[in-house]
């Protein structure tokens, strides 16, 4: 009963709540949940603690496993620990590869991008989202195209290829409007501002990403916006 109510507490953005019924319910399974509304929270240090606790009380093969990775992945990449979160994708990725999951390769591809963006690789970016896109437009559903598309916007513009990259972010945008993707619409943000040098879109990316709320990709729009403006 606890663990649900953590479940809809987060799902509902009420991270502090599904931190309380996590802490109640006292199961191991509530590490992963507490991981999640930590990392939202912006928590780094205390998410990468609960998702390697989370991970090591569950097997290798667990069901919630390459979720548990792919979240852990995602705290050590907004840490800029990238080579912990590398460890980490590499473990989704085999998992992937074993289960034969597209979709969890697509998402393994997008984090291996934002490492390589966090790193400031681009090219290395292009190659990952171009992948993670590959693999989105074989499973023929638009919605997996946001994240990738975004990814490649962003890329292509630090590499040097802005007006492609505005043209993929305000794609990814568009798509992740149309379905009614919050997540993906404050990172399509974040790409077109950066594609575009635009600060009022990276002030929508941040404001974007604190609606939903995600203290890390609004930190990261929001540092984005102050190193356009020279701050």
Known sequence: MLLAQAEAALRAGQLERALEHCAASGASAAWGLRGAALLRLGRLEAAAEAFQTALAAAPEDAADAPSLLLQLAQTQRY??????????????????????????????????????????????????????????????????????????????????????????????????????????????????????????RLQEAEASALELPHAPLAALARRSREALEGR
């Open 79 to 200: 840490r800029g620990a990238f080579g912990e979160a590398e460890r980490a994708l590499e473990r989704a990725a085999r998992l992937a590869r074993e289960a034969r999951d597209g979709g969890l390769l697509l998402a393994v591809r997008c984090g291996e991008g934002e490492v390589a963006l966090a790193e400031n690789d681009p090219r290395r970016a292009l190659l990952r989202f171009g992948e993670a896109r590959g693999l989105a437009e074989r499973a023929r559903d638009e919605r997996l195209s946001v994240l990738p598309l975004a990814g490649l916007g962003e890329a292509q513009a630090r590499a040097g290829f802005a007006a492609k990259g505005a043209r993929m972010a305000a794609k990814a945008l568009e798509r992740a409007r149309a379905h009614r993707d919050p997540f993906g619409t404050a990172r399509a943000l974040l790409a077109l501002g950066v594609a575009t040098g635009s600060s009022e």
